[in-house]
């Protein structure tokens, strides 16, 4: 019921050739239903070549993507914030024409560690942009999720509650979604089960990775947890894949995510152990509750 997705860095760091292509291909062989994109630079996609390659391979495609200082829709300061929409306004418009339907990462702020607590001036802009741009997005057909990180990745939030009182005051006409990766919740929720709980209705987009973003199930995350809670409050929504390594370099993302270490060097291997265990955790869920 859910479709099960893989991100784009298991198998690439760029996306301006034969290497998306590549990347699609994969996926699929794999047995995901949907690539996720790193969006980072909308610039630096093939979209006519990766377009062609999904809907041949019968491949969906959503996209994520963190601000960055330069974009920061919550900076105190107006010209960052403009620069940051017209930012969003073209990884949507690069989504929309792509066919995907979900914009995923750290859309409401810059995603690097902050030195100091956000700037209540800046956190009412980044409401007030996300507002206009999750509009926007509708339009072209496309919702916007929000996905909660650790505090070394923003200072806007950090837990699943703040991420959905911000979404209330965000107000939007059209829903938002909380998007929640348990990398993350490892860090920052008590017992990420019920965090996960709490968020409930308002989780459009999950992320499953492992504490040290290696191979699922060789880490302290505690999966039984995470795939009951999943269960108990039925969603429905997209679950994708996301591990890193410095196998794979993306000259934007790998540095900002501190990617220092070989946790893997084969993404085929990784990706196919990672889909078979995801399927085996959501059937133990299953059985967890009939009996
Ligand atoms: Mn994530």
Redesign the pocket.
Known sequence: MNRIGI?GSVWSGRWDGEEGVRAVHRTAEAGYDFLELPLSDPKGIAVENLRHALEKSHVGVTA?LGLTAETDISSPDESIVQRGIAHLEEAIGVLRDLGGQDL??VIFSAMRKYTAPADPRGIAHAKEALRVLAGQAHRAGIRLHL?V?NRYESNVINTGDQAVAFLQDVASPVPLGV?L?T??MNIEEGIPGRAIERCGGNIGYF?V?ESHRGYLGTGTVNWGEIFRALRRIDYRGPI?F?SFSSAVVDANLSNTLGVWRNLWSEGENLARHARGFIAAQMEAAARAEVN
């Open positions: 991100h994520s995923a990462g996905e990180v998007h990766d990398y993350h992320h990775g994708a996301e």
